[in-house]
């Protein structure tokens, strides 16, 4: 049994059959029986709350209060805003009618025609024209704003190809949405909210991003710009982690959002977004993860030591838990979530195999032995080394241990990034490194024409324009013309 937990496929046989089958295998997530929509295990969804946790922290030690608003959107609403609605038009679930009844052959349950709404309601792909029809009725003055507002919520977008976590129908995210006074005031939030994605992906996530700002081609549907952080897989696919949007006035004016300004005149509010999803879930495997199972950084794994007694009858597991239950009170006063295993209902190789399966960070080992010595085995799940330490102090040396995993892995990954980032300066140079995956920095020309020529032949995108990095101008590797920096181009997920 130990064995068919670990018998995943490898990662260098079939990428996308080891993501599928470590999502499934290590209880994550299933497929539902609605086409597209996943069900989230309780130990996937666990790791979700531990990002909701912090994310949910860092906003409100941003000032950001949580707030929400209705699941269905009246369709007329998302015509206000001409690039939003072309932007989401092709992935809206629509309401038509509110009521079933039974056919009349007997054949089943049927839509009732006398019960069609008057106006068709959307399922929110996103909450932009909700809560802007919603501001106006709370912005009346200067004094109104800002308003800094967060919604965790579920949103619906109708993919025809899906991934779990990666692309669903439906998904698990939060939104901010804030309304500002000034055209300053609002850039200086999408930027700071763009900064909040980066500390938590490097510092909870432990996955190394890039910051930048997209392409025309590549932003959000009624923003004027779109801040992002950008991620790279093991297989060296870009993944978008993060967007925080500038919206300008765009809402405002749609929704007829003003306020009056302390000349008394009346001002459009200034406006942004940004949110972070499940997607994040996909991140995390794809980043650490590998061919015995899930790797997970301490700061967001649900169990982050696990302790297992070796025994032979209930005798020497009783005096085992004599010493392991004061270690596990000591291990929960330093918060280091642990779990003493001592279930009788499977042997100790599977549980190791499992808990390996799962990514818990730190597993110890404790038999009669052990004891006796004064020592415990201790696993580390990162480097799957084994050793032995000693018992007393234990509870502080897998604090520190957490630390050094956390570090470790996401050093790992920064240098996986560094190793498959690369300059090239011609279009026949670009089309054969991008075949290998990989960031690929390059010069372009700032047309949505060269980009999406590009995407047709190589089917890369530009994931970002770094704040960072090589700001020397050059001249396009397509065209030839003026580059004024170099991007960052990539095949994602």
């Given at each position: 049994?130990?064995?068919e937990l670990k018998?995943?496929t490898?990662?260098?046989?079939?990428?996308s059959q080891?993501?599928?089958d470590?999502?499934?295998?290590?209880?994550l997530?299933e497929?539902?029986?609605?086409?597209?929509c996943?069900?989230?295990k309780?130990?996937?969804y666990?790791?979700w709350?531990k990002m909701?946790?912090?994310l949910?922290?860092?906003?409100?030690?941003t000032?950001?209060q949580?707030a929400?608003f209705?699941l269905?959107?009246?369709?007329s609403?998302?015509?206000?805003?001409a690039?939003?609605?072309?932007?989401f038009?092709k992935?809206?679930?629509?309401v038509?009618?509110?009521?079933?009844?039974?056919a009349e052959d007997g054949s089943?349950?049927?839509?009732?025609?006398?019960?069609?709404?008057?106006?068709?309601?959307i399922?929110?792909?996103t909450?932009e024209?909700?809560?802007w029809?919603t501001?106006r009725?709370?912005?009346?003055?200067?004094?109104?704003l800002p308003?800094?507002i967060?919604?965790?919520?579920?949103v619906?977008r109708?993919?025809?190809r899906?991934?779990m976590?990666?692309?669903?129908a439906e998904?698990l995210?939060?939104?901010g949405?804030?309304?500002h006074?000034?055209?300053e005031e609002?850039?200086?939030e999408?930027?700071?909210m763009?900064?909040?994605?980066s500390?938590?992906a490097?510092?909870?996530?432990?996955?190394?991003?890039?910051k930048?700002?997209k392409?025309?081609n590549e932003?959000f549907?009624?923003?004027?710009?779109t801040l992002?952080?950008?991620a790279m897989?093991?297989?060296g696919k870009?993944?978008q982690a993060?967007?925080s949007?500038?919206?300008?006035?765009?809402f405002a004016?749609?929704?007829?959002?003003?306020?009056?300004?302390?000349?008394?005149?009346?001002?459009?509010?200034w406006?942004?977004?940004w949110g972070?999803?499940?997607r994040?879930?996909?991140a995390?495997?794809m980043t650490?993860s590998?061919?015995?199972?899930?790797?997970?950084p301490?700061h967001?794994a649900p169990i982050?030591?696990v302790?297992?007694?070796?025994y032979?009858?209930?005798?020497?597991r009783?005096?085992?838990?004599a010493?392991?239950?004061p270690?596990v009170e000591?291990?929960r006063?330093l918060g280091?979530?642990?779990k003493?295993?001592d279930?009788d209902?499977k042997?100790?190789?599977?549980?190791f195999?499992?808990?390996?399966?799962?990514?818990?960070?730190v597993r110890?080992?404790i038999?009669?032995?052990?004891?006796?010595?004064?020592?415990v085995?201790?696993?580390?799940?990162d480097?799957?080394?084994?050793?032995?330490?000693p018992?007393?102090?234990?509870?502080?040396?897998c604090?520190n241990?957490l630390e050094?995993?956390?570090?470790n892995?996401?050093?790992k990954a920064?240098?996986?990034r560094?190793?498959?980032?690369r300059t090239?300066?011609?279009?026949?140079e670009?089309?054969?490194?991008?075949?290998k995956g990989?960031?690929?920095?390059?010069?372009?020309?700032?047309?949505?024409?060269t980009?999406e020529?590009?995407k047709?032949?190589?089917?890369?995108?530009?994931?970002?324009?770094?704040f960072d990095?090589?700001?020397?101008p050059?001249?396009?590797?397509?065209t030839?013309?003026?580059?004024?920096q170099?991007?960052?181009f990539?095949?994602?997920y």
């Open positions: 049994m130990a064995k018998d995943l490898k990662r260098s046989e079939n990428y080891w993501y599928n470590l999502v499934v295998k290590a209880d997530a497929q539902s029986a609605v086409r597209g996943m069900v989230i309780p130990y996937g666990a790791i709350e909701q946790h912090e949910d922290r860092m906003f409100k030690e000032g950001h949580n929400y209705p269905l959107i009246p369709k609403f998302l015509s206000r805003e690039d939003h609605v072309e932007g038009a992935e809206c679930a629509v038509t009618h509110y009521r079933l009844k039974n089943g349950v049927v839509v009732d025609p006398a019960a069609r709404l008057e106006e068709e309601l399922i929110r792909p909450s024209t909700i809560i029809n501001y009725n709370w912005i009346h003055s200067y004094r109104d308003i800094l967060n919604q965790w919520a579920n619906m109708w993919e025809m899906t991934r976590f990666l692309r669903t998904f995210w939060q939104e949405h804030t309304a006074a000034t055209e609002a850039w200086a999408a930027r700071r763009l900064d909040v994605y500390d938590f490097e510092n909870f996530m432990a996955v190394p991003v890039i930048g700002v392409s025309a932003r549907a009624g923003a004027i710009e992002c952080i950008e897989m093991q297989d870009a993944l993060g967007t949007h500038f919206l300008g006035q765009n004016k749609a929704f007829d959002v003003t306020y009056v300004n302390k000349d008394n005149q009346p001002e459009y509010v406006a942004t977004s972070v999803s499940t994040l879930m996909g995390l495997i650490h590998d061919d015995n199972g899930l790797v997970l301490p967001l982050q030591v302790i297992v007694p070796i032979k009858n209930d005798s020497q009783d005096e085992i838990a010493v392991v239950n270690i000591e291990l006063k280091v979530s642990v003493f295993d279930a209902n042997r100790p190789g599977f549980k195999a499992d808990y390996e399966l799962k990514g818990v960070p110890l080992a038999g009669a032995r052990d004891i006796e010595n004064g020592t085995e201790v696993m580390r799940r480097t799957l080394e084994k050793h032995v330490a018992l007393e102090g234990i509870a502080t040396y604090k241990l050094d995993i956390q570090a892995i996401y050093r920064l240098d996986h560094a190793s498959l980032t090239v300066d011609t279009y026949d670009f089309k054969k490194e991008i075949e990989g960031f690929i920095l390059a010069h372009w020309d700032g047309t949505p024409e980009e020529k590009i047709e032949e190589t089917k890369a995108t530009i994931r970002c324009i770094p990095g090589d700001k020397t050059g001249v396009c590797m397509v030839g013309k003026p580059s004024a170099r991007v960052i990539a095949r994602n």
